[in-house]
């Protein structure tokens, strides 16, 4: 869906809309999405802003990706509200002096005539998906010295190999 900043200058433009697997591109990340993703909400322009856009609203999808342990399926059910300001690109070159804070962190730019509400979900549910991406908190990961999913049992190697994450883990909650 195009947000136009033509339209936006006009009015206030609300979405509904449903994303099939496929509409936005997450194959470059290495994940997949597994169900429509839904996302209401609206945009906005701010008055005397000088063509700062608002948008608001919330996505529910559900993401699907490799788990970083045991190389099995790991899957993301997210559901995040977000509310984001986008100001025009011209503006920086015209304010050469804008310093942009720590407080601003939350701004974006656009170009042109718009932007692309697919471009903005997409960057959102890449912001929501946790850095470490495991299938459950409790998985075994893959034996180094056998290479068997430990998920799906023990296998009887030398306990030593054991990776040291879980020794590292220990310590902290003793
Ligand atoms: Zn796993
Ligand atoms: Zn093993």
């Known amino acids: 869906m ?3 900043v033509k339209e936006l200058e006009l009015r206030r433009v609300p979405f509904d809309e449903t994303f099939e697997p496929g509409a936005i591109d997450f194959s470059g990340e ?3 999405q ?3 993703l839904r996302a209401t909400g609206s945009a906005e322009m701010l008055a005397h802003s000088g063509g700062e856009i608002r ?3 919330q996505y529910t999808v559900e993401i699907g990706s490799q788990c970083d342990r ?3 399926r790991a899957s993301f059910p997210l559901t995040a509200s977000f ?3 986008y100001r025009p690109m011209a503006e920086i070159a015209r304010e050469e002096e804008v310093e942009i804070d720590e407080g601003e962190a939350e701004i974006g730019f656009y170009e042109g005539g718009g932007m692309q509400l697919e471009d903005i979900l997409r960057e959102q549910v890449l912001l929501a998906l946790p850095m470490q991406r495991v299938c459950a908190e ?3 990961g893959i034996c180094p010295v056998c290479g068997r999913n430990r998920n799906e049992g ?3 190697c030398s306990v030593s190999a054991v990776d040291d994450r879980w020794g590292a883990l220990r310590n902290l909650t003793n």
């Open 2 to 4: 195009w947000l136009s």
């Open 30 to 32: 290495n994940l997949d």
């Open 34 to 36: 597994v169900t429509p």
């Open 55 to 57: 948008v608001k609203g």
């Open 70 to 72: 045991c190389l099995g």
């Open 83 to 85: 509310d984001l300001y």
């Open 138 to 140: 409790t998985c075994k």
């Open 154 to 156: 023990e296998c009887g």
